[in-house]
């Protein structure tokens, strides 16, 4: 698979290819002969021209430029940009037929502010140039993701994992990326759709025809030719460009160009740039951007990005874009956030380009991340691992509940022997709305822990062979999706309750049986009357139990003595540790009856208890892929 990037530009555009599996930085395709070209169109002879051919010099035909900007606002500028983009493919496909045949995917940038909606219509609008399977992602990002896998920057990828902005200053527009621990924020996308570089061409051009003496002639042809309109203002943004590459170097002179206008008559301007004029261009109130000035609507942007990063400030602060390389900018941004490492792309007539074929190899290695762990997490790979296994939990668990059991017996007898409930009957019911509540509680969650864990190792390491490939195919480290290494949470409260759920009131009620016949032994013989024989007190209510067993019967009796409410000093006679005996007694067979019933499969624990756990566990893979995506995205 080759990835395309086109970095299309208000002011220049470039484009780079990237190999899927590459480890070399995306490679710059020159386009007329050159890393980057302008963004002009014209056309000469009936053909699409781009670059410096489209220039009326060369005798081309309605030469525009900074359409880009102009998109959103006039209904021209997407044929403009389609002519240019037509004319991009095509010189592509000229110079480069046989890499072309093979992009499958083209990823082309777009201003931060711009909505989905807007994205769909221009990438629809790339592809109808030519460009197949075309994305469209916001520039900042690009510049992030450049910043993130250059390696001519050389940044510690530490503080990219920390928080970060990244500052795109086009010609069109000034976009903001702010991100933390490798994940883009929320409103981490943003900046000023009106705000860029080429606002300051037209102030220089305007400037200086204002100065000229052929000024109403020039301002004339300005009028009448968008041709030479256009021209002009290209030779305003190269001196400008001229200027900010050495602004030392006119500290004592200015910058200077004569250009030669030929339309009805030969007309001569003459551009020029120092910084006295720097500072009037950048203080003027421009209409573009509602009467305001460049640096104060700079400042109110840097501001804006400071307010949403305040919470994480950046340890690190990326400048691309041409205008990047405009001093009074970076002292801007190095003034808003002091703290940060300031940092400048070597190449910011590149750098999109070279960031928008990384994101094009990221997000699909994300898409396939993604699906395959869903196709895991969700389908029956984990579903049918987790029922091959089950049934190794049945003996954890059944030792869970009676440990559980015995503590809810032990707490409930004590509140029937302080008089807290009134009958052997209403112990019952009081037990057995304790025991289910504590099935479900925190106890079982910790004498679980260390089996789940046990068991959620064993499952896991059946699967990490199949995750570690997948890792390694995405460009995920394998530890970072390693199950059995992480921190997972075997007693997740989804699993804690629906342990009762997945059991079901059969099942549930068979275990209570089972518990409640032998608290009622423990308390009551058996026969209901055990307890009446212990001590003096139980002398005579023994012989008195006897006779009353003569005349009304055992059963009867039974039933008698489980609804009478029994003097308090009475019931002292049952002690902890009588309960705790009668229960052990009883152990095995109560955790045979609990193994018993969960393995039945007529009851339906295992398919229930399989599901829950297998959504849990899909639930955490999930949540761990989501953390590990950092490794992709970042």
């Known amino acids: 698979m080759r990835i395309l990037g086109f970095d299309l530009g208000d002011g220049e555009s470039a484009v780079t290819l990237l190999e899927e599996s590459s480890t070399i930085e995306p490679r710059v395709i020159p386009l007329g002969g050159r890393t980057s070209i302008l963004s002009a169109v014209g056309e000469r002879n009936g053909k699409i021209v781009i670059g410096e051919e489209a220039s009326v010099l060369l005798g081309s035909e309605n030469m525009q430029v900074r359409f880009k900007s102009r998109y959103l606002t006039d209904p021209d500028a997407s044929l403009e940009i389609r002519r240019f983009a037509q004319g991009v493919y095509a010189e592509l496909t000229r110079t480069e037929p046989a890499l072309m045949a093979e992009v499958t995917t083209t990823v082309v940038g777009c201003p931060a502010g711009w909505g989905e909606r807007r994205r769909e219509q221009y990438a629809a609008l790339m592809e109808s140039a030519g460009f197949p399977n075309v994305r469209v992602v916001p520039e900042s990002r690009a510049a992030f993701m ?17 928080s970060a902005i990244v500052i795109d200053i086009g010609s069109s527009t000034t976009d903001f990326a702010y991100i933390v621990d490798g994940h883009q924020q929320n409103l981490s996308l943003f900046g000023d759709t009106n705000l860029g570089g080429g606002l300051l061409d037209e102030l ?14 020039l301002k004339q042809v300005m009028a009448s030719s968008d041709a030479w309109r256009s021209y002009c203002e290209l030779e305003a943004r190269r001196i400008k460009e001229q200027y900010f590459l050495d602004e030392d170097k006119w500290v004592d002179m200015p910058l200077k160009k004569r250009v030669v206008v030929c339309y009805d008559q030969t007309l001569s301007l003459e551009l020029q740039l120092d910084a006295q004029m720097v500072d009037e261009i950048i203080s003027e109130p421009i209409p573009a951007i509602g009467g305001r000035s460049f640096v104060s609507c700079l400042r109110d942007a840097l501001h804006a990005a400071v307010k949403v990063s305040e919470q994480n400030p950046p340890q690190i602060v990326i400048l691309t874009g041409g205008a990047s390389r405009m001093r009074f900018l970076q002292d801007a ?19 999109i380009a070279r960031g928008l074929a990384y994101c094009g ?3 699909e290695n994300l898409k396939v991340f993604r699906e395959e762990v869903s196709s895991i997490a969700r389908g029956d790979i984990l579903a049918s691992q987790v029922n091959a296994s089950v049934h190794e939990l049945y003996e954890p668990i059944a030792r869970a509940l009676y440990e559980t059991a015995v503590e809810s017996v032990v707490e409930t007898v004590s509140l029937w022997k302080r008089g807290g409930i009134g009958t052997i009957d209403e112990l019952d019911t009081v037990l057995t709305d304790r025991i289910a509540h504590d099935f479900a509680g925190e106890g079982v969650r910790k004498r679980l822990e260390g089996s789940i864990r046990t068991w959620l190792d064993s499952l896991m390491d059946r699967l990490e062979n199949q995750l570690t490939s997948l890792c390694l195919r995405c460009g995920v480290p394998p530890e970072h999706m390693s199950m059995s290494n992480a921190h997972i949470e075997p007693g997740l409260e989804s699993v804690e309750l629906s342990l009762t759920n997945a059991m079901g009131m059969d099942i549930l009620s068979g275990i209570m049986g089972v518990i409640l016949a032998v608290i009622g032994a423990a308390i009551c013989g058996g026969g209901g009357v055990a307890i009446l024989g212990t001590g003096p007190v139980g002398m005579i209510a023994g012989a008195s139990a006897g006779l009353l067993i003569a005349l009304v019967g055992k059963s009867t009796l039974e039933k008698a003595v489980r609804s009478v409410k029994m003097p308090v000093l009475l019931r002292r006679v049952v002690t902890e540790n009588a309960v705790r005996r009668g229960l052990a007694r009883q152990e095995k067979d109560i955790e045979d009856e609990i193994i018993k019933a969960l393995a039945d499969p007529k009851n339906g624990f295992a398919s229930r208890l399989t599901a829950s756990l297998a959504a849990t566990l899909g639930t955490q893979m999930e949540q761990m892929a989501r953390n590990a995506e950092m490794s992709i995205t970042a």
Do not use: N, T
């Not at 305007?206 to 000229?212: G, H, L, N, V, Y």
């Open 204 to 217: 220089i051009l305007k400037k200086c025809i204002e100065r000229s003496r052929d000024c109403r002639q």
């Open 361 to 363: 190899r990221i997000d």
């Open 146 to 162: 450049y910043a993130r896998h250059a390696r001519g920057l050389r940044v510690d990828p530490k503080l990219m994992q920390h």
């Open 333 to 351: 941004c190095r003034e808003a956030f002091r703290d940060a490492l300031m940092v400048m792309c070597p190449e910011p007539e590149c750098s």
